[in-house]
């Protein structure tokens, strides 16, 4: 069974156009996250969420806003989408939160997302 | 300036060799996680270090981090084909949670 899944796993898009990425964890787990990787492989934490609660909210533009309907889920939605916001998007999981020592994160598939 | 070094950036090697991969931080470190990522699959994560000195092993796989805890070094025994990957160090240091840049291993047969 999937521990962390993401849909879609690639996503084709216009510039301008808005987009939702979707995260479901089965682990019963209390914290979700959202990163960015870039060309160069960075990952740059974007959001974290505890019990459908933001607790990390790093600067990223406010075209991202992420939705947590529950604490299984944690959605990314894009406005108006621009050519640099192409990368790789994780979702990721943990018990605990970045808080917490010993917490272990569990990392979605990725969504490559590519603005043309 | 980045927070997180790791070097080398990419490396070749003979499979049967041994390497080793760094993770530098300009702070100090709370946890330390290694992930290895294959092309088209998502981050696996391989270990976590906490403690100054901590090492933990894997299979072939062995991470320590340094007493002064900004330090971590992977490194990997007999190297197979099937440790070929982007290995990334992530850091946390109780501000943030930062990864490296990654380290891509090719393991010729």
């Known amino acids: 069974d999937t521990a962390v899944s993401q849909t879609p796993k690639y996503l084709v898009t216009q510039m301008g156009n808005d987009k939702s990425i979707k995260c479901e964890q089965n682990?019963?787990?209390?914290?979700m996250y959202w990163y960015k990787q870039d060309s160069k492989k960075f990952l740059k934490i974007m959001f974290s969420?505890?019990?459908?609660?933001?607790?990390i909210n790093e600067t990223v533009p406010n075209r991202f806003s992420p939705k947590s309907p529950d604490k299984a889920h944690l959605n990314l939605h894009i406005n108006s989408l621009e050519l640099g916001d192409s990368a790789v998007y994780f979702c990721?999981?943990?018990?605990?939160?970045?808080?917490?020592?010993?917490?272990?994160?569990?990392f979605g598939p990725g969504t490559r997302l590519t603005v043309l | 300036s980045q927070e997180l070094e790791q070097s080398p950036q990419s490396l070749i090697v003979q499979e049967g060799k041994n390497l080793t991969i760094n993770c530098t931080s300009s702070?100090?470190?709370?946890?330390l996680y290694w992930y290895k990522q294959k092309y088209g699959e998502g981050l696996i994560f391989l270990m976590m270090?906490?403690?100054?000195?901590e090492e933990k092993s894997h299979e072939k796989i062995t991470a320590k981090l340094d007493e002064k805890k900004q330090q971590s070094s992977l490194h990997i025994t007999a190297s197979q084909p099937s440790h070929a990957g982007i290995y990334l160090c992530?850091?946390?240091?109780?501000?943030?949670?930062?990864f490296g840049a990654g380290t891509r291993l090719t393991v010729k047969p």
């Open positions: 992530g850091a946390d240091t109780r501000d943030d949670m930062r």
């Open positions: 682990l019963g787990h209390d914290t």
């Open positions: 702070k100090t470190l709370y946890g």
């Open positions: 969420y505890n019990n459908k609660e933001l607790i």
């Open positions: 270090l906490q403690k100054g000195g």
């Open positions: 990721a999981s943990s018990q605990i939160g970045l808080a917490g020592p010993g917490d272990t994160q569990y």
